[in-house]
């Protein structure tokens, strides 16, 4: 079992930075891959970024990628996703995930934390 609490959201304007972490118990996180979604008001949640235990292999949508950079830290069972440039299309809440396989698909992840809003004014 795997809980995970996201932090680091907030108010920003378009250009700005931040950085999301995504705290989690237990001494499984090291070998679970994880992800990175949000989801919009109105819209489905969709894939961000994501990287396998080791943080040899990342992905991220077309959307993340140049701007968004995902990482962790297994000796301090925490994920990151640093944001640059950011945008107000990229306001929405943001998830992390872990599950067996670092995808873009929802469904194939197990744990989920409770979001942290981002908010990317004009």
């Known amino acids: 079992q795997v809980q995970l609490v996201e932090s680091g959201g907030g108010l920003v304007q378009a250009g700005g930075s931040l950085r999301l972490s995504c705290a989690a118990s237990g001494r499984a996180f090291s070998s679970h891959s994880m992800g990175w979604f949000r989801q919009a008001p109105g819209k489905e949640r969709e894939f961000v970024s994501a990287l396998n235990w080791s943080g040899s292999n990342t992905y991220y949508s077309d959307s993340a990628k140049g701007r968004f950079t995902i990482s962790r830290d297994n000796a301090k069972n925490t994920l990151y996703l640093q944001m640059n440039s950011l945008k107000p299309e990229d306001t929405a809440v943001y998830y992390c995930?872990?599950?067996?396989?670092?995808?873009?698909?929802?469904?194939?992840?197990?744990?989920w934390g409770r979001g942290t809003q981002v908010t990317v004014s004009s």
């Open positions: 995930a872990g599950g067996r396989v670092a995808t873009s698909r929802v469904a194939a992840y197990d744990y």
